[in-house]
Nanobody, 121 residues
């Protein structure tokens, strides 16, 4: 059974940092692009960041550019999202995903269950 499991979410004050991890099991995703999306209450799921299978190419939403960094460790089948200078508007459930194609739209084949990130002002 293929699983993506996020961890590292929590409550942080504005200006703080968190590092999310997404570990995959059940198959290897070394040739897959990996992405992070988020969904706030009452809003649609939105793109945050994505990384190619090799790690050479990354995409970021304008709202997080310069503050968030996506990275991956294929040996560990894991992708990370380092989030710095967090703002209250970053509050959302964060989902990781895997796709054969690097894309910013949420048409990914595999999804995690999500981890809550709450930023207090």
């Amino acid at each position: 059974q293929v699983q993506l499991v996020e961890s590292g979410g929590g409550l942080v004050q504005a200006g703080g940092s968190l590092r999310l991890s997404c570990a995959a099991s059940g198959r290897t995703f070394g040739s897959y692009a990996r992405g992070w999306f988020r969904q706030a209450p009452g809003k649609e799921r939105e793109f945050v960041a994505a990384i190619s299978w090799s790690g050479d190419t990354t995409y970021y939403a304008d709202s997080v550019k310069g503050r968030f960094t996506i990275s991956r460790d294929n040996a560990k089948n894991t992708v990370y999202l380092q989030m710095n200078s967090l703002k209250p508007e970053d509050t959302a459930v964060y989902y990781c995903a895997a796709s054969p194609v690097l894309t910013t739209i949420p048409r990914y084949d595999y999804w995690g269950q999500g981890t809550q990130v709450t930023v207090s002002s």
